[in-house]
């Protein structure tokens, strides 16, 4: 009896007939071809012999997992010889089918949405390998794949060909989505859609449920008169040490204290951070990375240009020039008190690259900011606070201070020299000043009612 794998089992009884090997006895001719695993069965319970084969390992196109089992089919004749004769020709169609769904799986598994992702996930993965941040970025878009809870890995249309996904698969997948997640997930999937587009021309990848967007606010900023205030509150704080000018040995002797982050330095350096934020329009996760060498004076036009080495997504990288009179003072001032090269913004925290935890300059920062705020601004709430509000303000007061920034072509310039887009200033800035200034100028115009005023009364 031919030998079999650990996997196949005890194949070893007695009431099996290996149909090679008795050749003779069944009246089959050497010509014959069939697998020499093929074995007659008696069953206890079946008066018939049952066509017993195992593929090959590599002919087989059933996922094993613990333990593969052959494949059986009854003969339907209790004769020995015309058993065999019907086991053979049930052997070679299964071969067929064996050829022909392993020919499909590898189809499949080459035009399904998981071999595009690895190709999308490996563009991604290298196009910021070289980012500070890269780590983060990597890890959250892997999520978007394997995540537990809203991977499009874990759905059933994953594993099958990109042109068999119905709408349906993808709007199943949506309504488990939450109003955040399915923005992410429709910029994921389309990109695989994309990457598949070659493979299949001339198909029509379904369409993507309606994405019904949250509803705009008006985005947290300070007044001109609360950044003040809150300015002098962190100087106060600071004991007048950020605003003073000073070397970088004086800044690296002031008081600090690891276990206390209400400290001395901790307070300068949310100062500078506010300021480079404000003057030169950074997101958030622009703080922790900023390098002195990407900035370069141009001391003619009293102005310091950023280069901005990480920007947001796949835009190309831009420049961002401080536009008030006061940053360029401001912006000397801080040089001289940081080493040649090294972190703009809390130089003394280390960073994930050099061994520090993940965004602790970022959480360091807000912790202060919402600490200085509950201090001097007492009807704000302290969840819109955060280093984002700094970004929101500096587009605020920039557009309220010269409107002309809003208006084309200036705000084609002015959205780009800011990293974002002119649109993204119209809807999020200029139509609300827009709207606040045509109501107060309104207000001027409008005359007060007799019925509404207060009518002394008379004794």
């Known amino acids: 009896m031919a030998s079999s794998s650990v996997m196949d089992g005890n194949l070893n009884e007695r009431t099996w007939i290996n149909i090679s090997d008795s050749r003779s006895e069944l009246g089959l001719g050497n010509r014959v071809s069939f697998p020499t695993n093929l074995y007659l069965k008696k069953r206890v319970n079946s008066p018939y012999f049952y066509a017993t084969w195992m593929p090959d390992l590599e002919e087989d196109y059933r996922v094993a997992t613990k333990k593969r089992r052959p494949l059986e089919s009854s003969t339907g004749t209790a004769d020995a010889r015309q058993a065999s004769l019907n086991a053979i020709t049930w052997v070679k169609e299964k071969q067929k089918d064996c050829v022909y769904k392993i020919n499909e799986i590898v189809e499949t598994k080459s035009k399904c949405l998981e071999y595009y992702w690895d190709e999308h996930f490996e563009k991604y993965t290298s196009a910021r ?4 941040s890269a780590k983060q970025q990597i890890r959250d878009e892997r999520n978007k794949w394997f995540s537990p809870t809203y991977g499009i890995g874990k759905e059933q249309f994953s594993k099958i060909r990109v042109d ?49 967007g949250v509803q705009e606010e008006q985005v947290k900023h300070f007044e001109s008169d609360e950044f003040e205030t809150l300015m002098n509150t962190i100087i106060q704080l600071s004991g007048g040490a950020a605003k003073r000018e000073m070397s970088f040995e004086e800044y690296n002797h002031l008081e600090y204290n690891e276990f206390n982050r209400q400290n001395q330095r901790n307070w300068v350096d949310l100062y500078d951070a506010i300021l480079v934020n404000y003057f030169f329009f950074l997101r958030p ?9 990407w ?4 001391p003619e ?32 001032r801080l040089l001289k008190r940081r080493p040649d090269e090294g972190w703009v913004n809390s130089p003394f925290i280390k960073r994930p690259i050099d061994g520090g935890a993940e965004k602790y300059v970022l959480r360091t920062l807000n912790f202060l900011l919402k600490k200085a705020v509950d201090k ?19 587009f605020r007061h920039h557009l309220e201070d010269d409107m002309t920034l809003g208006t084309y ?12 887009s002119p649109d993204m200033l119209q809807k999020t800035y200029i139509n ?8 107060r100028e309104s207000k001027k115009n409008m005359r007060s009612s007799n019925y509404s005023l207060v009518k002394r009364v008379s004794r």
């Open 285 to 293: 996760q622009d703080v922790p990375r900023l390098q002195i060498k």
């Open 295 to 298: 900035f370069t004076e141009v």
């Open 129 to 132: 390998s070289k980012n500070s």
């Open 432 to 439: 609300y000043i827009s709207r606040e200034r045509t109501l």
């Open 164 to 212: 068999q996904i119905s709408k349906k698969d993808i709007d199943d997948y949506f309504r488990t989505l939450s109003s955040g997640m399915k923005s992410q997930q429709k910029t994921v999937l389309k990109s695989l859609f994309d990457i598949a587009e070659p493979d299949f021309i001339g198909h029509s990848f379904p369409s993507f449920p309606k994405i019904d």
């Open 376 to 394: 001097c601004l007492p009807n704000w709430d302290l969840l819109d606070v955060n280093m984002k509000t700094i970004r929101h303000t500096s």
């Open 301 to 332: 036009h009293g102005e310091f240009v950023i280069r901005n080495k990480e920007p947001k997504g796949d835009r190309r990288i831009e420049k961002t020039r401080n536009m008030r009179p006061d940053a360029y003072p401001f912006f000397r």
């Open 409 to 420: 072509p200036n705000i084609v310039d002015f959205a780009s020299n800011g990293l974002t």
